[in-house]
């Protein structure tokens, strides 16, 4: 049991997981491994059966430096993201076809899903992060991820704290923060908290029109960041914290209007619905 996250940032990504692993006994274990292929390096975690995700990432290693030579070959970073996630997707269905669909052990079946943050180097960089499914879909995804018996206690947490993607700064605090509370509260997630970033060569903006979305961002970034900074004066941060409770107040004015013309609405539609 264990528990994971891959976490988007405006400027890289940060992949995590708790330290202990479970194989008849419980000791610690580093969960997250980095490794470089032709076109870049990436990091994995996953949680599942202990041998079939130590096998799974030694045979992903293998898969990716079979293919050197088409990574050499790509023009730019969409074919090597297809090099890549062809590859991983090779290897999913033949750990899927050989072990998990037909099980050695039918009373003790094969469990698999992992997270990869991937950093493609080169012209025009760019990181990306996969998700392989336990049902053994692999895809791209533009949102945080959680996995293992705590990933829903990280996934609500996070999704308070960073509905969207921030800065690697500020996420770290929210990737440990997130663990932490995984481990208080699942079975089977333990020991230390482990984090691996991969760095964007620039950062990316990343933008919402959802007012609830930046208001958690500002709340998040003043007490994260800006509590943390001794050269701001206790009037400039009071002035801060102002703002955000400012932000707070049209937000929630925004939503009772929102909610009353629902209601208008739905009266509306009721009197002008004929009556059977």
């Not at 891959?6 to 995590?16: E, F, N, P, S």
């Not at 004015?253 to 909610?259: E, H, L, R, T």
Request: aromatic share 8%; with cysteine; glycine share 10%.
């Amino acid at each position: 049991m264990t528990v994971c996250i891959g976490l988007l940032c405006t400027d890289g990504l940060i992949i995590g997981a708790d330290t202990e692993k479970s194989g008849g006994l419980k000791y610690f274990s580093p969960k997250v491994r980095r490794e470089s292929f032709a076109a870049g390096e990436y990091v994995l975690t996953g949680t599942g059966n202990v041998g079939a995700l130590g096998m799974t990432a030694d045979v992903i290693k293998c898969a990716l430096r079979s293919k050197q030579k088409k990574f050499e070959k790509a023009v730019n970073v969409e074919e090597r993201a297809c090099i890549f996630r062809d590859a991983i997707s090779g290897v999913i269905r033949q750990i899927h076809k050989q072990h998990i669909d037909t099980p050695v052990y039918p009373d003790q079946p094969v469990y698999l899903e992992l997270i990869l943050g991937v950093h493609f180097k080169g012209e025009n960089e760019e990181t990306k992060l996969m998700h392989c499914g336990g049902d053994g879909y692999v895809s791209w995804i533009d949102h945080h991820m959680t996995a293992g018996s705590g990933g829903d206690i990280a996934l609500r947490f996070l999704t308070i704290l960073s509905p969207g993607p921030c800065p690697m700064e500020l996420m770290t605090s929210v990737a440990f923060f997130c663990l932490a509370e995984a481990k208080l509260g699942a079975e089977g997630a333990s020991g230390q908290s482990e984090l691996m970033k991969l760095p964007a060569p620039k950062a990316r903006g990343w933008y919402s029109d959802a007012p609830i979305v930046e208001l958690a961002e500002s709340a998040l970034r003043l007490a994260v960041v800006e509590c943390r900074d001794k050269s701001l004066s206790k009037e400039r941060f009071d002035e801060r914290v102002k703002g955000v409770f400012d932000k707070i107040l049209a937000a929630k004015f925004a939503v009772d209007q929102q909610i009353e013309m629902e209601q208008f609405t739905l009266e509306r539609i009721r009197r002008l619905t004929p009556q059977r």
